[in-house]
């Protein structure tokens, strides 16, 4: 079993940044696929980005060149650092973590309970 904590979101204007974490529970985290993922109000679930455990990266059309995504695996925690946020970035933050490959759907086996991030117009 994995625990997935995300920590980090909070209320930010349009165009900031803000840096999202998410902490594991296992100390065999770095051989996880993890994926953040996101999911506003009255809409789907969404892919954002995600990152192999060779740190190979993936991120959905829109958000590249404006999020990052990257792990430590020494603290066990992958990050989202987001730049140049939008108000359509508004939504609660999940990431999810799996043995293997990392995937671009929701096929993860362990996730968090999320955290909201909110941009302001």
């Known amino acids: 079993q994995v625990q997935l904590v995300e920590s980090g979101g909070g209320l930010v204007q349009a165009g900031d940044s803000l840096r999202v974490s998410c902490a594991a529970s296992r100390r065999t985290f770095s051989a996880y696929a993890v994926g953040w993922f996101r999911q506003a109000p009255g809409k789907e679930r969404e892919f954002v980005a995600a990152i192999s455990w060779g740190s190979t990266t993936y991120y959905a059309d829109s958000v590249k060149g404006r999020f990052t995504i990257s792990r430590d695996n020494a603290k066990n925690t992958v990050y989202l650092q987001m730049n140049s946020l939008k108000p359509e970035d508004t939504a609660v933050y999940y990431c999810?973590?799996?043995?293997?490959?990392?995937?671009?759907?929701?096929?993860?086996?362990?996730w968090g309970q999320g955290t909201q991030v909110t941009v302001s117009s």
């Open positions: 999810a973590a799996r043995e293997g490959v990392l995937r671009v759907d929701k096929q993860y086996d362990y």
